[in-house]
């Protein structure tokens, strides 16, 4: 087989791969592997996901609860425990105890222990008050769940009147969604459209809590 074969197989086996995976993460969500965590902080995805660049326009600020839903490795959590204070409190929440592990590892070490409240528990019921968080943060989170609607309701019953939601979501990631799905899910369980940021490939929804 020339070389010029060998690359078109090559990239035909790579792209009918991709489009199997998304298909197959449509018809059956799961949550990102903890056996993959490393792509979660690899520095090509740092390219376009620094966390200070990420959560800029999200609004977080001192004395603030912020909800870090589907916090996996804490990659955002401890620039969320930097900006919500020594006053504000990070309620880092992920269904698989793998990511909570490495994630509590990491704010840890970046001494931030006593600002981050760790949760092991899904989405759809959460261990938080009624009307207690400022700012829900979900990133490549939503596209993951079977039932998105379920954790929608949640978030509205956690977060505070004109609390805000924010929503992020990827192409790299295989459960990737255009924005245009997600707003539909938002307009039906009722959040007040306040923006979108970022281009198509990666790119996030602001949402207020009007009740
Ligand atoms: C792709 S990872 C993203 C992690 C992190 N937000 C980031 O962007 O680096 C998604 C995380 O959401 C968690 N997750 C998915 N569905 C969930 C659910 N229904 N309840 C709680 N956590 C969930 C997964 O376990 C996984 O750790």
Partial sequence: MGLENLLVRCVGITVGAQIGARVAHRIRPRPFP???????????????????????????????????????????????????????????????????????????????????????CGAYRMPLERNSVDVAVLITTLSEMPQPLFALEELRRVLKPGGRLAISEEMPHTGYLPERIIRGWLREVGFRYGGLRGAPFCYSLLYFNDE
Avoid: W
């Fill in 34 to 120: 903890p056996s993959l965590r490393n792509l979660l902080d690899h520095p090509a995805r740092m390219k376009y996901r620094d966390p200070v660049a990420t959560l800029g326009p999200f609004g977080l600020g001192p004395g603030q609860t912020v909800l870090d839903l589907g916090c996996g490795t804490g990659t955002f959590t401890v620039e969320m425990a930097r900006q919500a204070g020594r006053e504000g409190r990070v309620h880092a929440v992920d269904m698989q105890a793998a990511m909570i592990d490495i994630a509590r590892a990491r704010v840890d070490e970046a001494g931030y222990a006593r600002r981050v409240h760790f949760h092991h």
